[in-house]
Nanobody, 121 residues
Framework: DVQLVESGGGSVRPGGSLTLSCAASGYGFSGMCMGWFRQAPGKEREGVAAIYAGGRYYADSVKGRFTISKDNAKNTLYLQMNSLKPEDTAIYHC?????????????????WGQGTQVTVS
């Protein structure tokens, strides 16, 4: 199994920046597709960014503002968020997929963290 713990959320003004971290434990972090997802109140969970085998995939709503990265030596996934907007307000979750492909589909991810709140206002 893989355990995921997010940190780094908080409150920020529009235009501000935050960096989220996700510490992973368990087997296989370096070879997994890892992703960030978010869920706002009353909305479905949506994919934000994913990283796998050197490739990155971003939702259109965050392209040019968010950057996903991972440090395999530290078993840590990051999400650098710049130019934050009120509509970015949500609980952000990191997730891991056991499938060898780059994807942002919620159903393709098998392990989930508890999430960290990001509020932009």
């Amino acid at each position: 199994d893989v355990q995921l713990v997010e940190s780094g959320g908080g409150s920020v003004r529009p235009g501000g920046s935050l960096t989220l971290s996700c510490a992973a434990s368990g087997y296989g972090f370096s070879g997994m597709c890892m992703g960030w997802f978010r869920q706002a109140p009353g909305k479905e969970r949506e994919g934000v960014a994913a990283i796998y085998a050197g490739g990155r995939y971003y939702a259109d709503s965050v392209k040019g503002r968010f950057t996903i990265s991972k440090d395999n030596a530290k078993n840590t996934l990051y999400l650098q968020m710049n130019s934050l907007k009120p509509e970015d307000t949500a609980i952000y979750h990191c997730a891991a997929s056991v499938w060898a492909m780059l994807s942002l589909g919620v159903s393709n991810f098998h392990y989930w963290g508890q999430g960290t709140q990001v509020t932009v206002s």
